[in-house]
């Protein structure tokens, strides 16, 4: 008979327990010592090994030749116990057990001796499930039981136990399992099964597992049942999910107000293997993760995604306001409830919802206002009291370069050339993360100019609104002078050349003023060539470890 992998799997010793070192150790110490506790408490998720942990302390506390602290798993006491014959241990759920009946039998069973192991162990699963009344019978016996007996209760919810039963027993509190040790274990078991595990395949089943080591093993079985190499893909259509990329150009989509994109998106999910409830979850996330991102700058500790998709998640963050995220969010929190009804039309939510999302003058809740006076306040600092005709109509970079580039005095082909490329690319190039800048010194005017940190938001509003401008800002470097002063420096006199054309410059200005929160005005703002030498202080090389500690 076929065995599930999560049972064939199931850690033997306290060693094989992943993820729980800070419990393990302590149970392993109690075990050397013969110091055992006469009830544990296990509390945590699902999937966490609380039930394991309790059924390898059962043995260990039999065991007739313990090994470091975990049973030896060859004496009479653990095979008995293993196979199930040992009438000392006993499992009880208390789902499904869970009257003052069951409790009062096992009130009565204490008193006698065990019959052939050295205690007598009762493990309670769920044990939050039991009934008022049975917790109140079971009070006195676990606050004074026979010396040879343990009592091991585990549960999902503790916050349902009585306070009276919870400072009666040793509490543990089991951990979610972090995503790097479910992969190296599913890998591990993958090697040994012969089933072929992308590292990538891997990562994204132990984040669907949220936790857990038994889902993710299950899922890991799941996959393997397509008899064919478990990938990032095979995984997404096995358990419906949408794709990353998908999940961003929806956003994008959104930002940009392209009803045919996300129209199209739903009919994909809908005539697809997808559930459009999963999908919704899955952009949900991603609202989440942009938040993050918007409101700490050291978002990557708390987000379970690679360097690419940082920056990626980084870029497509840009193009809201965080008043914008959290009405959007709210919008999704209001449609998946929806979408949880039993005759609710989830397709019909989804777009509804989505059209929502794009012109917030279609709501009058709070949060919608909040997130249109955010661009009203972003305009007023900006400057620009309308909306641009490249937000409105979307209008090719390439027409914008076109008659740019003809405006120019005497640029050469090969400059007009690099130009148009950069442009091109700047519309779906992500922001790198580049290594803040040591702090340089003018060794003529002794000027200490500090980096400025929002640089980077200010090229993605730039290039929102003029991505020809913005593809010049992208390798430039800037700083700050004082409280006011704001120090751009280009790499050729070219690219200076093309800031100071049209009005180029009082966009990066808007942009300044917005992300600054502050007016910069037209002589706060000093547009140079990068000088060829530069020089740098102790002081400024201090100031520059102080910004890549606090990024």
């Not at 690679?306 to 990626?312: G, V």
Request: aromatic share 6%; with cysteine; hydrophobic share 40%.
């Amino acid at each position: 008979m076929h065995q599930a992998l999560y049972r064939k799997w199931r850690p033997q010793t306290f060693e094989d327990v992943c993820g729980q070192e800070h419990i393990t150790s302590i149970l392993k110490y109690e075990a050397d010592h013969g110091a055992f506790s006469h009830a544990y408490l296990f509390c945590g998720s699902r999937g966490t090994g609380k039930t394991t942990c309790a059924k390898i302390l059962a043995k260990v506390v039999n065991c007739e030749h313990p090994v470091n602290g975990s049973p030896c798993g060859v004496c009479s006491a653990c095979c008995a116990i293993d196979s199930g014959a040992a009438t000392d241990v006993l499992e009880m759920d208390a789902a499904s057990n869970n009257g003052v009946d069951n409790i009062r039998d096992i009130r009565d069973e204490v008193v006698f001796a065990p019959n052939v192991l050295k205690y007598r162990v009762y493990i309670i699963d769920e044990v939050h499930m039991l009934s008022g009344s049975a917790f109140n019978a079971l009070l006195k016996t676990l606050e004074e039981p026979p010396a040879h007996v343990v009592f091991i209760l585990a549960t999902t919810e503790l916050q349902k136990l009585p306070a009276t039963i919870i400072s009666r027993c040793q509490r543990f509190d089991f951990r979610r399992i972090a995503t790097p040790v479910l992969r190296d274990r599913l890998l591990h078991i993958a090697r040994v099964e012969g089933i072929t595990l992308d590292e990538e395949a891997a990562t994204l089943l132990g984040k669907l597992a949220q936790g857990g080591m038994r889902d993710a093993i299950s899922l890991l079985e799941l996959c393997a049942g397509a008899r064919r190499p478990i990938t990032t893909d095979l995984v997404n259509e096995t358990v419906g999910l949408t794709g990353r990329e998908a999940l961003l150009s929806t956003v994008r989509a959104i930002a940009a107000r392209d009803y045919d994109a996300l129209y199209s998106r739903v009919a994909d999910v809908v005539q697809s293997s997808m559930d459009l409830g999963v999908f919704w979850q899955d952009l949900i996330s991603i609202y989440r993760d942009m938040l993050v991102v918007k409101t700490t700058p050291r978002y990557a500790e708390y987000l379970d995604l690679t360097d690419a998709e940082c920056r990626q998640l980084r870029e497509v963050s840009g193009l809201f306001s965080k008043e914008t995220i959290l009405y959007h969010r709210q919008l999704l929190d209001s449609a998946y409830l929806t979408m949880q009804g039993a005759n609710a039309l989830k397709r019909v939510t989804a777009e509804l919802t989505l059209t929502r999302m794009c012109d917030e003058s279609l709501s009058t809740t709070n949060e919608a206002l909040l997130s249109r006076m955010s661009k009203l306040e972003e305009m007023l600092l900006s400057g620009r009291f309308t909306v641009s005709k490249a937000e409105q109509d979307a209008e090719p970079i390439s027409a914008q370069m076109t008659e740019n580039a003809a405006e120019l005095p005497k640029a050469t082909k090969e400059e007009e050339s690099a130009a148009v490329i950069q442009a091109k690319e700047a519309k779906t190039a992500p922001m790198p993360r580049t290594k803040p800048q040591a702090a340089p010194v003018d060794t003529s005017g002794k000027r200490v100019l500090r980096p400025l940190r929002a640089w980077q938001e200010v090229v993605e509003r730039v290039t929102r609104q003029d991505g020809m401008t913005a593809s010049f800002l992208k390798s430039a470097q800037a700083y700050t002078e004082g409280e006011q002063t704001v120090i751009v420096r280009f790499e050729n006199d070219f690219m200076l050349m093309m800031l100071n054309r049209g009005d180029a410059k009082d966009l990066l200005r808007g942009a300044l003023s917005v992300c600054l929160q502050r007016e910069v005005k037209e002589k706060d703002l000093i547009c140079e060539v990068k000088p060829k030498v530069s020089e740098v202080s102790a002081l400024d090389e201090i100031i520059e470890e102080l910004d890549q500690d606090f990024l």
